[in-house]
């Protein structure tokens, strides 16, 4: 547990490998759990599990092999459709598993996704069924960062699916840091009778929050201000959902204070998304509580995770729309650097700040930052990196 955060966005920490680290927790002290992962285990930074369990394994094995047997509780396969046939089987006598993979190809489980959400909601009708451990799901190797992968691998599809599910059992997770991954698994590990999507990224990310406000949002509707970055009665409110999203929103929000002194800006985190709302489906936030968090006045600029449609269609429940510009992926990947993924996306820190010049008439800033990552484009395109980090 970390209580305090000193110097917030400073320090910098792999979200998923907390993740496996809680994996090896879970795998040490449950012995009926079971973690299911189609050969990328270790690219996705997940490998502390081979510290406390076996992959599972019937052939003879070799100097130099990860660690392996027939009884091991690590399965790798490389069929998404299989892992998740035998994971729900295994769901549904009572006991916890979690799969992890690339976000690009889980989708590839969609349809399986969506008949054991019909199996959940009916099962939930017939008095003799138990509650089922949840459906888990680990999202990494995201859309933001396939700086070798390219367009191939580059879509957080399944995001926008569960989302659109009117049965209500699906959340969406998003973690803004290490320490927010922590608090998204213990969740995770808890749920029962519903699927859970979390989606992080492997990279070394800021640390933004403690375990305290990280509990905070589970427990108050999956959204709340960052009080480190925000002013009192603002000018404009940035929301960001997701690790590399939020970043770029509080960038955005240190370029608008330095170049438009004065200008009073606040910052809204938000952990969890379900249908048609902010926060998780048992915990959504109310419209009372948005008001409260985003005012009922204020400018609205999001950065998402995902494609922008589907945050714009949850947020259209509480605010005009005339108030929102959604930021997120719009489908323009290539193999290219982590800036100029943003900007070709038009979700980076320069493009969310050009929403707030245009805003307030200031045509010499959106010219500014415009020729910014012009230049960054033209020095990643020559040397294969950015200028902007």
Not at 83 to 107: D, I, K, Q, R, W
Not at 135 to 145: P, Y
Not at 250 to 263: F, N, Q, T
Request: with cysteine; charged share 25%; proline share 5%.
């Amino acid at each position: 547990m970390i209580d305090r955060v000193e110097n917030p966005g400073t320090e910098y920490f792999s979200p998923a490998k907390k993740i496996g680290e809680l994996l090896k927790r879970e795998l040490s002290n449950d012995p009926h759990f079971y973690f299911f992962s189609p050969d990328e285990t270790t690219s996705n930074k997940l490998d502390a599990v081979y510290a406390a369990e076996a992959r599972a394994w019937g052939l003879p094995t070799k100097p130099g092999d990860l660690p392996e047997r027939p009884g091991g509780r690590i399965i790798e396969m490389l069929s998404e459709n299989v892992l998740f046939s035998v994971m729900t089987g295994h769901l549904m006598n009572g006991e916890s598993a979690m799969l992890g993979s690339y976000e690009a190809f889980l989708p590839i489980i969609t349809a399986q996704l969506l008949q054991q959400i019909k199996f959940i909601k009916q099962s939930k009708q017939v008095a003799w069924r138990e509650p089922m451990p949840a459906v888990n799901l680990l999202s990494t190797s995201t859309c933001w960062r396939q700086d070798h992968n390219g367009f191939t691998h580059q879509s957080p599809a399944l995001i926008s699916q569960l989302l659109s599910i009117p049965s209500n059992l699906a959340n969406c997770i998003f973690p803004v840091d290490d320490v927010a991954a922590e608090e998204a698994f213990n969740f995770m590990i808890s749920s029962r009778d519903v699927v859970n999507l979390t989606t992080f990224n492997k990279i070394d990310l800021p640390r933004y929050v403690d375990s305290h406000h990280a509990k905070f949002m589970f427990d108050n509707g999956g959204a709340s201000i960052y009080q480190f970055a925000s002013d009192p009665e603002p000018d404009f409110v940035f929301a960001a959902a997701g690790d590399i999203a939020t970043r770029e929103a509080l960038e955005a929000m240190k370029i608008l204070r330095e170049d438009l002194l004065g200008i009073r800006l606040r910052f809204v985190g938000i952990n969890a998304l379900s249908y048609r709302a902010i926060g998780t489906t048992d915990n959504k936030l109310s419209g009372e509580k948005f008001d409260e968090l985003f005012t009922q006045y204020c400018p609205i600029i999001v950065n998402f995770h995902g494609y922008p449609e589907i945050m714009e269609t949850i947020l259209e429940n509480y605010a005009d729309r005339k108030r929102m510009r959604v930021h997120g992926f719009n489908e323009e990947g290539s193999t290219t650097t982590p800036f100029e993924m943003l900007r070709r996306n038009a979700a980076s820190r320069y493009d969310l700040a050009i929403d707030a010049a245009k805003t307030l008439g200031r045509e010499d800033l959106v010219a500014k930052y415009y020729n910014i990552m012009n230049e960054n484009h033209s020095y990643a395109i020559k040397n294969g990196d950015d200028l902007i980090k």
